[in-house]
């Protein structure tokens, strides 16, 4: 399905130099990204109350190609049961596509991860396996030309913006480190999907033409579109809702532990959410490319989980909210997400309780 090595040789071909700055600025700007994650996860833990060794989870500062290797890591090891489902379709029903299907896609991926590697400031990869198996594991990637780059586009301090960053990216480090299912059940959720990827070609083909008639639609009416929702199966929808909810869930939930630390931690934070949150609107062909690629919906995620968890903690606090972390049966539904009174309601005796 995906010739990996044509879309890291894409990828690194296509990707575009960071910002200006001398080696010396360089070494600077890790050093402090590294402190300001340890600090990070101080606040963390004082803010949450969640308790956990995150010392299995390494924190990595990396540049642009550093980020897409570790992406195209992660996606070769998530997609390889599907990778081997369709090579095998292909080689019986058309072995040419075989040899050339991979490598086109191979182009479209690493198309796709040479545009993002400008983009993300951090991520928290939780699919990274650690050397202890018993361990939670995963690793914490803070992208530091794009941090610098931000940090100068919006003209805001940058030490302050680094732990401003950090302290999201932590957030997501300190879940999955105290939450010792969350990375089995997310990995479940994502086998789900693949395994239920529909290999007619009759069908896709189908499907790919009701997906390219609504995009046309929608940017003309200038709605929120995502290629990606559009091409989901049938089977695939209830499961996707479920992720979705998880990852507006983790977002939420860093967002508003971001915001959380105040002034006397961040002098500058209320300039800094303001600031970032126009940037994230995004602008002209920039603006046509996120919707096209969902990342309209990934901000919508941001803040739908901000807003459910700040509902939750308004009514039953910190320890209230943090019962989600319970057990899968316990996270919150997609409905729940968009009234967090429904999730209330519905763990009121647990919550009563505690």
């Known amino acids: 399905m995906v010739d990996w090595t044509v879309a890291l040789n894409t990828a690194t071909k296509l990707v575009r130099p960071g910002p200006d700055i001398s080696r010396e600025g360089a070494a600077a700007v890790v ?11 101080a606040y963390v833990h ?12 390494p924190v990595l500062v990396v540049d642009r190609p550093s980020w897409i290797q570790a992406n195209l890591d992660g996606f070769r090891q998530i997609l390889m049961p599907l990778n081997a489902k369709v090579i095998e379709r292909l080689k019986q029903s058309n072995p040419t596509m075989a040899n050339i299907g991979p490598r086109i896609t191979g182009v ?35 992208v ?9 586009e919006l003209d805001v301090d940058p030490a302050d913006f ?7 990216e932590e957030t997501h480090r300190v879940q999955f480190a105290s939450v010792p299912w ?27 033409r009701d997906a390219l008639k609504r995009v046309i639609e929608a940017v003309s009416q200038n709605q929120e579109v995502s290629i990606i929702d559009l091409v989901q199966t049938p089977a695939q929808r209830e499961t996707v809702d479920r992720v979705t909810a998880i990852m507006s869930l983790l977002e939420g939930h860093a967002d508003v532990v971001m915001d959380s ?21 995004g602008q002209g062909f920039d603006k046509i490319i996120r919707k096209l690629l969902g990342l309209d919906a990934k901000m919508r995620q941001y803040r739908d989980g901000a807003k459910f968890c700040r509902a939750v903690m308004a009514e039953v606090g910190m320890a209230g909210l943090n019962r989600v972390w319970t057990s899968p049966q316990t996270l919150p539904t997609a409905a729940e997400i968009a009234d967090p009174n ?13």
């Open 144 to 152: 530091a030309p794009n941090i610098v780059s931000v940090e100068r």
């Open 182 to 208: 969350l990375r089995g059940h997310l990995t479940d959720q994502i086998a789900t999907i693949v395994d239920s990827a529909e290999l007619d070609p009759t069908v896709v083909a189908q499907m790919l």
């Open 261 to 281: 630390v105040g002034p006397e931690v961040i002098p500058t934070v209320e300039t800094i959410r303001a600031k970032f949150t126009v940037r994230r609107q």
């Open 342 to 354: 429904l999730w209330i309601a519905r763990m009121q005796p647990e919550l009563t309780a505690s």
């Open 108 to 142: 479209e991926v690493g198309a796709l991860l040479s545009y993002l590697s400008s983009k993300v400031l951090g991520q928290f990869d939780p699919f990274f396996p650690g050397l202890d198996p018993s361990a939670p594991g995963g690793r914490l990637l803070l």
């Open 46 to 57: 004082e803010v949450t109350g969640m308790e956990a060794d995150s010392g299995t989870a």
């Open 31 to 41: 050093a402090e990204l590294r402190d300001c994650a340890a600090r990070a996860e």
């Open 162 to 168: 680094r732990l401003w960053v950090c302290l999201h």
